[in-house]
């Protein structure tokens, strides 16, 4: 069964102090690993699709990484509108029907 | 703009009484599903489908029903509603490959 483990819980970053987010995953063949952002009261955002191992994608302050077990969000200098929660999703090979998601990274950025 | 458009956003009913949360893209994409996401359990798929007429069941399927009449559409329908199905239920569709696009959110509950 596929997996998806995401840490910290919960992040609480100044502003401007760069940290990243974990996504742990098990699959049996990886299709693709999705990150989302969801505000609160919103639907999931589409940050970034990676597809195999060392590829990274760049977005404004974000950066995401994959190995062949997890997954980093990198978030560099964040500011207070980057506060939300980000979900990591993967998609396993063989199949086009569903993601599995992980429960969250709750990010809250201060002044 | 594209968009995932459900209704209602903001339900409360009472345990037996059927309801319906209408889901509709304008992007003519073939693949929708219907998620529900619950704290610390994250998004769990209830159902999908690949094109018209095609559904089927995703990892949490009981007690809800969905057609797929059209293209554009995707009703989840709750035909005898219990207390456990107070949820926030999320619609999302995407073209054969690529990420989801999710609609607002349905925030349900069930007395």
């Known amino acids: 069964e596929d997996q998806v483990t995401q840490s910290p819980e919960a992040l609480r970053l100044q502003e401007g102090e760069s940290s990243s987010l974990n996504c742990s995953y098990t699959?049996?063949?990886?299709?693709?690993l999705f990150w989302y952002r969801q505000d609160p009261g919103k639907g999931p955002e589409f940050l970034f699709t990676l597809y195999s191992a060392g590829e990274e994608k760049e977005k404004e302050r974000l950066k995401a990484t994959l190995t062949k077990k997890e997954s980093f969000l990198h978030i560099t200098a964040p500011k207070p509108e980057d506060s939300a929660t980000y979900l990591c999703a993967v998609q396993a090979s063989g199949t086009a029907s569903k993601l599995t998601f992980g429960t969250g990274t709750r990010l809250q950025v201060t002044l | 703009e594209a968009q995932v458009t459900q209704n209602p956003r903001y339900l409360i009913t009472v345990t037996g009484k059927k309801l319906t949360v209408t889901c509709s893209q304008n992007m003519n994409h073939e693949y929708m599903s219907w998620y529900r996401q619950d704290p610390g359990l994250g998004l769990r798929q209830i159902y999908y489908s690949m094109n018209v007429e095609v559904t089927d069941k995703g990892d949490v399927p009981e007690g809800y029903k969905v057609s797929r009449k059209e293209k554009r559409n995707f009703p989840l329908i709750l035909e005898s509603p219990s207390p456990n199905q107070t949820s926030l239920y999320f619609c999302a569709s995407r073209p054969n490959t690529g990420e989801l696009f999710f609609g607002e959110g349905s925030r349900l509950t069930v007395l």
């Open positions: 699959v049996s063949g990886l299709r693709g």
